[in-house]
């Protein structure tokens, strides 16, 4: 039975779950009071609109999260790859109007399945291309094409049912380290800091976001502790007349839990200012990942809140006011339910199509080698559908620069130039993974007739060969790609065969 504090804590938490079906434990908790659930890709089944549905008859007040940005990151299509236009494309198209219809997309999307938050836009203002897990999610590296961006996507998505939440405050586009695995330290100058990486922040603000996600990251100049938990940062917010929910990034995140631990961070980040707490994808323990990991991670955000209640280390009034922001934004979205669909003449593909640019071909057919970084927690950057779509039916092999020995590269090379297709080097960081670089140096002595597509930031630096520049690893994005290179400008029906690569 859930006692007075555990239900008032169920008022600010958010978790993600394991499995397709609600389990007996979450439908409990959210008939108890809880604000909701995240859904992550492990969530996505045949019938989620049904899942939904038996969420909301929990709690017909449940928040329905879900991380849907278009381009790199999907949780919709995670089997497939995005067919929606990522942030970076949009940037480089800068038509805000085509960023407009994506967002509304984006929200017709989450709400047919009966989800009311996009977690997105993404606002960080991407300056580090070294930035492992930012880059192309941005808009760009230019705060002016940022904010314009995000102002066209949140008014996108909050035209039709959903809620948006930018991302991630007060700004991660400058870091180099990946704050699921680390707490990144960002050292630049604090007036540059406030007059580049706060100004989309800024600007959803005066437009009304409904929500804001904070960042796992720490600014020194501002204090010691990583946004998520700094009343200062979080304080910048309410400063500016944001009166809408601030969601902290997943508490199971490596800078959270592996320094003050899920349970003391959901306390100290109510206490810095947050309103509604995600605690994450329970997969992301890989294989430490229990069987009841969803419903540990969830006692123990909601236990380290009890505890701290009841010790007056948070005080009660500040739950209660995090809690009526959330009701809030509930009762928002209720009353948005049934707006408007996105434009019938949205195009996604036109606007990838003006996105994607480079290099051209007449090939009859491509021989595809794969050198993408691995996937994170954030960004399932090397799935097959990108490498399978580019390929079609031609030569295709996956290869882990960061692993491989050299022979196996170069034999992969080999074979890829033997084969009768147009060699192609599918990268994603040209910059700041010199084994990606050295690949294509290689592929280019063997053949110079091969090309590069490049799915991560345009490169700083010349490659040794030409490059088609997409933007994003996607469905979308590559099939665009393959139409540049290949003589017969139809989509090949790759979505559903079986994968072949030997080490994917």
């Known amino acids: 039975m859930t006692d007075e504090l555990e239900r008032l804590a169920n008022a600010v938490l958010w978790p993600g779950f394991l499995g397709t079906e609600a389990p007996q434990w979450l439908v409990a908790e959210l008939e108890a009071g809880l604000a909701g659930v995240v859904y992550f890709g492990q969530n996505i089944g045949d019938e989620l609109s049904e899942l939904s549905a038996r969420i909301l008859r929990a709690n017909p007040d449940a928040l329905i999260g879900i991380d849907e940005e278009g381009g790199n990151v999907t949780r919709l299509e995670s089997a497939t790859g995005s067919t929606l236009p990522g942030a970076a494309q949009l940037g480089i198209v800068d038509d805000v109007e085509a960023t ?30 070294r930035n492992p897990v930012i880059g192309v ?74 929500s804001i996600m904070t960042a796992h990251i720490v600014v020194p100049a501002w204090g010691p502790q990583p946004a998520t938990l700094n009343a200062r940062v979080l304080g910048m917010l309410r400063d500016w007349g944001f009166d809408g929910v601030i969601i902290t990034d997943a508490l199971d995140m490596a800078a959270i839990r592996e320094t003050v631990g899920i349970g003391a961070g959901a306390a100290k980040a109510l206490a810095a200012g947050a309103d509604l707490l995600c605690i994450g994808n329970p997969t992301n323990r890989g294989e430490a990942t229990l069987p009841d990991q969803d419903q540990r991670d969830f006692h123990e955000a909601r236990d380290g809140i009890v505890a701290a209640l009841r010790d007056g280390t948070l005080s009660r009034a500040r739950v209660e006011e995090a809690a009526r922001r959330v009701g809030v934004l509930a009762a928002t979205l209720r009353r948005r339910a049934g707006s408007a669909d996105a434009p019938s003449d949205f195009d996604a593909s036109e606007i990838v199509g003006r996105a994607v640019t480079g290099a051209t071909a007449d090939a009859e057919a491509l021989a595809v080698v794969d050198a993408r970084r691995r996937s994170t927690l954030a960004v399932d950057s090397a799935s097959a559908y990108v490498a399978e779509a580019l390929a079609g039916d031609g030569y295709r092999v996956r290869v882990d620069v960061a692993r491989a020995p050299l022979a196996e590269q170069d034999a992969a090379l080999d074979a890829a130039v033997d084969d009768d297709g147009l060699t192609v080097i599918l990268i994603d960081r040209a910059d700041a993974d010199e084994a990606q670089r050295a690949l294509v140096d290689r592929a280019a002595t063997r053949d110079p007739g091969a090309v590069v597509v490049n799915v991560g930031l345009a490169p700083q630096r010349l490659l040794a060969v030409p490059v088609v520049e997409v933007g994003a690893a996607s469905l979308i994005g590559a099939r665009a790609a393959r139409e540049r290179l290949i003589a017969s400008s139809v989509h090949d029906d790759v979505t559903s065969r079986p994968d072949t690569d030997p080490a994917d």
């Open 100 to 129: 407009r219809a994506s967002g509304a997309e984006l929200a017709r999307r989450v709400a047919a399945i009966g989800g009311n938050v996009v977690l997105g836009p993404v606002a960080d203002v991407n300056t580090d291309p």
């Open 137 to 210: 999610r941005s808009f760009g590296s230019d705060e002016a094409v940022v904010s314009r961006h995000v102002l066209a996507a949140v008014d996108g998505i909050q035209s039709g049912a959903a809620a948006a939440c930018v991302k991630h405050f007060p700004g991660h586009g400058d870091t180099h380290l990946d704050s699921h695995h680390a707490l990144p330290e960002i050292s630049l100058d604090i007036e540059e800091f406030e007059r580049v990486h706060l100004e989309p922040f800024r600007a959803a603000v005066a437009a009304g976001v409904d």
